[in-house]
């Protein structure tokens, strides 16, 4: 079996900025999702609201967009956060649950 890697297009960033997290944009981001959101959704909403992606705001639906390692990257940075609003259960792959950076993903530690 050839199995050949292909670009999917997904956005990439030069700089990512991350501010801590409060509880209160923790209630935005479940307001944004809905009672039925899953915690992939609600991570990907709390991170619209405490992240600029160089220097613009994107909504949860534009951040669905991102390279899963990009993804991964930022959760793992925001791990106690995420922890604390019962969000790591998120089924990353294991550059995020290790802790390490994802290699080549473009996106800076945070």
Do not use: H, W
Not at 12 to 18: A, D, I, Q, T
Not at 48 to 63: A, H, M, V, Y
């Amino acid at each position: 079996m050839r199995i050949v890697k292909v670009e999917s297009g997904c956005p990439r960033f030069e700089l990512v900025e991350v501010r801590e997290p409060t509880a209160g944009d923790l209630v935005a981001a479940e307001r944004i999702c809905g009672e039925q959101a899953g915690s992939t959704e609600i991570a990907l909403a709390l991170i619209s609201q405490i992240c600029t992606f160089d220097g613009r705001k994107l909504p949860p639906e534009e951040l669905r967009g991102l390279r899963l390692e990009d993804f991964s990257e930022l959760a793992s940075g925001l791990g106690s956060s995420l922890a604390a609003a019962g969000l790591l259960e998120l089924g990353l792959p294991s550059s995020a649950s290790s802790g390490k950076a994802a290699s080549g993903s473009g996106m800076p530690s945070v």
